[in-house]
Nanobody, 120 residues
Framework: QVQLVESGGGSVAAGGSLRLSCAAS????????MSWHRQVPGEEREQVAF????????TYADSVKGRFSISRDNAKNMVYLEMNSLKPEDTAVYYC?????????????WGQGTQVTVSA
């Protein structure tokens, strides 16, 4: 079965850095686009970064451009989110998401999330 396990969250002061990791299993990781999302209680989940299956193309939310970097290691079935110059508004639960499909129907799957807290 599909499993996504995030790690690396924690508490950091504004301006600091964190690196999130996501271990993936149970699906064809090398042919699957991956993304990171975040959610604050009471708000909708927001996609912050996406990377294509071979890692050639990445996209970022405007709010994190120039500060966050997504990468992947297809040999290890891992995807990462390097977060620099963190701001208090980056505080959220961060989720790793596999962009899976059932034919033409999107069937995304995500992990349990990891908390990131940035203090002012």
């Amino acid at each position: 079965q599909v499993q996504l396990v995030e790690s690396g969250g924690g508490s950091v002061a504004a301006g600091g850095s964190l690196r999130l990791s996501c271990a993936a299993s149970g699906f064809a990781f090398r042919s699957t686009g991956m993304s990171w999302h975040r959610q604050v209680p009471g708000e909708e989940r927001e996609q912050v970064a996406f990377i294509t299956s071979v890692g050639i193309t990445t996209t970022y939310a405007d709010s994190v451009k120039g500060r966050f970097s997504i990468s992947r290691d297809n040999a290890k079935n891992m995807v990462y989110l390097e977060m620099n110059s963190l701001k208090p508004e980056d505080t959220a639960v961060y989720y790793c998401q596999a962009e899976l499909w059932d034919g033409v129907i999107p069937r995304p799957r995500w992990g349990q999330g990891t908390q990131v807290t940035v203090s002012a």
